[in-house]
């Protein structure tokens, strides 16, 4: 699926079960994808696709009924989030429709405990923490605790254009932010941060996390970051960057992605970014620094 693949980074979809690999289908082949896994959402990550659309939503497999949200359920009186959701068992992954119509409450009660996939389970609409029509879905692996991105186990939607690198800063010990144009810089540890969004088939599509960041200086790998999982360790939420790290420290620099760090020693530094998308395109692009 990609050019390059290390083998400490097999795709998720290598570790799952044979009978999951590529048997889901997406629950709208209708709708617009407007966020994807791993969207930087204002410092924090989608954990699932969100799309903009009308009509029915359907099971993305075979699977067993696990919850359905009823209006009714008067156990909290918090905002809900989710909306109008379901939830589906498919063994080691539970898959979650959200932010339905209300309607489709109406279609929960008449769901079989086991679904067939492609059955019509709800309908888009708005409810929950949205102001779109649309739906919200998302793939969670109970057995390893962790988020999944579907598109690493679905074909993947039709996707014509590379990632596109926006931007780069390096932030020193002392919270200094230095800019991308400025061409010298002090001797130290920097942290690389990197503005990073991809589109589908359009300049005017919206505006989508990449699938894979790669970082390298003066032609060695410093840092990379996967959009693969998202992993629940002792209550925090981590990412994968050359290992684990949590995610708040990955994002926290909104729109920009945290990739890495490096000591930068005096010489000349060479900064090589990588974006890759799902399919395996990607864009690359070179920072020069002179290091004093």
Not at 11 to 20: G, N, R, W
Not at 221 to 229: A, K, P, S, Y
Request: charged content about 20%; glycine content about 8%.
């Amino acid at each position: 699926m990609m050019k390059t693949i290390k083998m400490r980074l097999l795709p998720i979809a290598l570790l799952l079960s044979a009978s999951a690999l590529h048997a889901m289908d997406w629950p709208s082949l209708n709708g617009t994808l407007v966020s994807n896994f791993g969207w930087n959402d204002g410092g924090t990550p989608a954990l699932g696709v969100s799309f903009t659309d009308v009509g029915p939503v359907n099971a993305a497999d075979d699977g067993e009924l696990l919850f359905a949200q009823n209006s009714s359920n008067t156990a909290s009186q918090l905002p809900e989030p989710l909306g109008t959701w379901i939830a589906m068992d498919h063994g080691d992954l539970i898959s979650i429709y959200s932010r339905l119509d209300k309607q489709s409450e109406e279609l929960f009660v008449a769901l079989p405990k086991r679904i067939p996939k492609n059955t019509e389970i709800g309908m888009a609409g708005i409810s929950g923490w949205t102001r779109i029509n649309g739906f919200h879905f998302s793939l969670f692996d109970r057995k390893e605790r962790r988020w999944v991105n579907p598109a690493m186990i679905m074909t993947p939607l039709p996707d014509t254009r590379p990632p596109l690198i926006r931007g780069l800063f390096l932030k020193n010990s002392d919270g200094q932010v230095i800019e991308s144009s400025q061409a010298r810089i002090a001797q130290g540890r920097y942290t690389i941060a990197v503005d990073v969004t991809d589109t589908l088939t359009s300049p005017s599509d919206p505006i989508l996390a990449p699938h894979r960041i790669v970082c390298t200086m003066n032609g060695s790998e410093v840092g990379e970051l996967t959009f693969e999982t998202y992993s629940a360790r002792d209550g925090m939420l981590m990412v994968y960057r050359n290992g684990l790290v949590p995610v708040k420290q990955v994002y926290a620099l909104a729109p920009f992605y945290e990739v890495g760090e490096a000591l930068f020693a005096r010489g000349q530094i060479t900064l090589e970014i990588i974006a890759y998308d799902i399919t395996g395109s990607s864009q690359s692009v070179v920072y020069r620094f002179a290091v004093e």
